[in-house]
């Protein structure tokens, strides 16, 4: 049996190859490439800095409920701000948000509160926001099975002559899902507006990259009869001009494009994975040198685009949203049990009414014990 090596970027400081977009190195340094490019002025870049930034503190809090009790579970993004900020930024109102189950940040750029994807971890709500009201739809945890309804959705913009995009969030373990491919396919055949962006993290739970594809993922897109892009997931600015080409030619009815945005995943898988039983320590640190914030914030100041006060007031508004998401995921109340069979199905159902009538029956064998104890 053959054992391919791991596919791996160019390290720190080295000049990135061509199947690499790049335009910001892990040092900060402004690099230019002949197909991508993007123009912000110093207050967009301070944008970006603090989507990420407070993305950040917001994910860090939600491990910490998870830990201290207060949610069932938590999949952190820590590692891949720049490629959720990037590429969410890069979106028009217009355009519509598939994500799986890892876009937090592109939830905040959307606009979503972080106390409904917090709520929706704790079991107090099913996502808690109006997908329409800023084209972001629900979560999806079952792997790869939103991308073909990314794809349905781009093929109805077509049919509508609307001018606009869909893109379908997932990661480098989706790709193994059946799903996928079809959804590739299909938009491929029909020039469906959709985007396809994954965030390779290295690692499907505890499956390397090795073990899921023999070439690199963004490959897969010529079979198909698009374009496929691989650009460093950890830089903001490339993240974020080569999703707005690929938007651009899906808006202009050109077809899909698949993102292959290179990245991290440097916490565990979820907060009941265990990523040390799996990984190496080395690797992560490795890519602790490549972190997407501590690139842009050496490039604000180096540029003079941003100075202590500007980093010490987005320190003030991050501790700002800590404190509000502490408290507010406290202060939620506790999910009713019976509530999970309501909105099961519009005018009811024979199965859901059976199976609500036993699970009642079985809480009421708990304060039936209770009452006999006492």
Known sequence: MTTLPRQVPPAAGATPGPELVQLLTPEGERVDHPDHAVDLGAEQLRGLYRDMVLTR???GEAIALQRQGELGLWPSLLGQEAAQVGSARALRDDDYAFPSYREHGV???????PLNLLGMFRGVNHGGWDPTSNNFHLYTLVIGAHVPHATGYAMGLAKDGADAAAVAYFGDGATSQGDVAEAFNFAAVF?????????NNQWAISEPNEKQTRVPIYRRAAG???P?????GNDVLAVLAVTQTALERARSGNGPTLIEAYTYRM???TTSDDASRYRLDAEREEWEAKDPIARLKTYLSAEGFADDAFYAEVETASDALARRVREGVRSMPDPQPMAIFDNAHADGHALVDEERAQFAAYQASFAGSQEGAA
Do not use: I, S
């Open 57 to 59: 503190r917001f994910d």
């Open 107 to 113: 939830a905040w750029c959307r606009g979503v509160d």
């Open 191 to 199: 020039d469906a507006p959709v985007v396809f962006f994954c965030q």
């Open 224 to 226: 198909f009869g698009f």
């Open 228 to 232: 496929g892009v691989r650009v460093d």
């Open 267 to 269: 916490g565990a898988h």
